[in-house]
């Protein structure tokens, strides 16, 4: 079945970027998500991209999407001590029922 | 509007226990699924209704049972709970017409004892 794969910790400097990466398997995903969990909170969308865009910024946040090598990436520029939470990747492909597959989450930890 | 809505927020059981976890959402969705979160396990799908009157089975269903009661509830129940059913419950929703965003509640912490 699908998978979804992301490395589980990430540690940066406060004023730093930060990037988290993402590897997913199935070719047919149509949707690519990243949601942020703060702690002790639900998960809440972040950003979203279609398969047909490679690139899409939204103020200090650029989703790149490489589809040959099946590779999702969350750059945070300028990471905050308030950027510290777990930040999830999932896909979805159109068709079916809606199931998006998550993949383990990332803690992304920010020092001052 | 509340969102995505669950009670309680904790809850301790003894092995064997019975337990309903509720789930309520205010966005008219027609969507609706519970999630389990263990540590360095992410988020896996335990029940999911894709409309008012279906329910279907999804990764971990095995111990729990489900009711979509109407359009707006979801519940989860647990027989005769376990501690392996120690974990965080999410419930969530989605309306496929608004780009598949799904909308996630707070989070029930559950201890089996």
């Known amino acids: 079945g699908e998978d979804v794969e992301q490395s589980l910790f990430l540690s940066v400097r406060e004023g730093d970027s930060s990037v988290i990466n993402c590897t997913y398997t199935?070719?047919?995903?149509?949707?690519l998500y990243w949601y942020k969990q703060e702690p002790g909170a639900g998960l809440q969308l972040l950003t979203y991209?279609?398969?047909?865009?490679d690139m899409k910024q939204d103020q200090r946040l650029t989703v790149l999407l490489n589809k040959k090598d099946k590779h999702l990436s969350l750059r945070i520029a300028d990471t905050q001590t308030g950027d510290s939470a777990i930040y999830f990747c999932?896909?979805?492909?159109?068709?079916?029922?809606?199931?998006?597959?998550f993949g383990r989450g990332t803690s992304l930890i920010v020092h001052p | 509007n509340a969102g995505v809505t669950q009670t309680p927020k904790f809850q301790v059981l003894k092995t064997g226990q019975s337990m309903t976890l509720q789930c309520a959402q205010d966005?008219?969705?027609?969507?609706m699924y519970w999630y389990r979160q263990d540590p360095g396990m992410g988020l896996r799908l335990i029940y999911y209704?894709?409309?008012?009157?279906?329910?279907d089975k999804g990764e971990v269903p095995n111990g729990y049972n489900v009711s979509r009661l109407n359009k707006r509830e979801f519940s989860l129940r647990l027989e005769s709970a376990a501690p392996s059913q120690t974990s965080v419950y999410f419930c969530?929703?989605?309306?496929?017409?608004?780009?598949?965003?799904?909308?996630f509640g707070p989070g029930t912490r559950l201890t089996v004892l």
């Open positions: 209704s894709a409309s008012e009157g279906t329910t």
């Open positions: 991209i279609f398969s047909n865009m």
């Open positions: 969530a929703s989605t309306e496929l017409a608004g780009g598949h965003e799904q909308f």
């Open positions: 199935d070719s047919s995903s149509t949707y």
């Open positions: 999932a896909e979805h492909a159109s068709g079916g029922s809606y199931i998006p597959t």
């Open positions: 966005m008219n969705h027609n969507s």
